[in-house]
Nanobody, 121 residues
Framework: QVQLVESGGGLVQAGGSLRLSCAAASQFVFEIKTWGWYRQAPGKQRELVAL???????NYADSVKGRFTISRGNAKNTMYLQMNSLKPEDTAVYYC??????????????WGQGTQVTVSS
């Protein structure tokens, strides 16, 4: 019901920065209640990186605190993940997630297709 499209992944050296974007779209009127970034490294389970609830409250995995920042665009249908001081262990496919409320239709959980982030040492 809500489509998410990520962008901004790529290859970067350790210590570098990347900014991921996630754009939400739907044919229905909607509001994103919770935005999230998750990641999955090869052979590992998908894990939470950062959450933003109601556009204000944020939570981060301990491994990224102080280095990553989740934020929402002014248009409220775009979310960003600024990643600084990247480490090789940050290498993973990063997925955007949104808990959306569609007007008159209820709540839906949506995932993006994922974007690869590779950090070289």
């Amino acid at each position: 019901q809500v489509q998410l499209v990520e962008s901004g992944g790529g290859l970067v050296q350790a210590g570098g920065s990347l900014r991921l974007s996630c754009a939400a779209a739907s044919q229905f009127v909607f509001e994103i209640k919770t935005w999230g970034w998750y990641r999955q490294a090869p052979g590992k389970q998908r894990e939470l990186v950062a959450l933003m609830r109601d556009g204000l409250n944020t939570n981060y995995a301990d491994s990224v605190k102080g280095r990553f920042t989740i934020s929402r665009g002014n248009a409220k249908n775009t979310m960003y993940l600024q990643m600084n001081s990247l480490k090789p262990e940050d290498t993973a496919v990063y997925y955007c997630n949104a808990d959306a409320r569609l007007l008159g239709r209820g709540d839906f959980d949506s995932w993006g297709q994922g974007t690869q982030v590779t950090v070289s040492s």
